[in-house]
């Protein structure tokens, strides 16, 4: 089993950057994919980006494009969600999530394990 624990989130004023840190520990060299979603307060688990374990390929959500970007450590077994451009509408908690067993994409029924999430608050 994978376990998954984000760090790095706080308060910050817009404009400015954060980054977020998914530690995996466990059984990872059965992940195929990560994945970082966030909810805001009262709306929907929303997809942020998702990254392929094996081609290291990553997409992004629209809305995030161009400001944000998921990198990641092998040797940490770390996941990075580097986040550029705050703007207070980036308000959520923050998720990573791992796949065993399928190739990730934006849904969040296709990751089976789950972080206890990371809060970042933009403010104005």
């Given amino acids: 089993q994978v376990q998954l624990v984000e760090s790095g989130g706080g308060l910050v004023q817009a404009g400015v950057s954060l980054r977020l840190s998914c530690a995996a520990s466990g059984r990872t060299f059965s992940t195929y994919a990560m994945g970082w979603f966030r909810q805001a307060p009262g709306k929907e688990r929303e997809f942020v980006g998702s990254m392929r374990w094996s081609s290291g390929y990553i997409y992004y959500a629209d809305s995030v494009k161009g400001r944000f ?33 399928t190739t990730g994409g934006s849904r969040s029924g296709n990751y089976d394990l789950w972080g206890q999430g990371t809060p970042v608050t933009v403010s104005s």
């Fill in 69 to 101: 970007t998921i990198s990641r450590d092998n040797a940490k077994n770390t996941v990075y969600l580097q986040m550029n451009s705050l703007k207070p509408e980036d308000t959520a908690v923050y998720y990573c999530a791992a796949s065993t067993t």
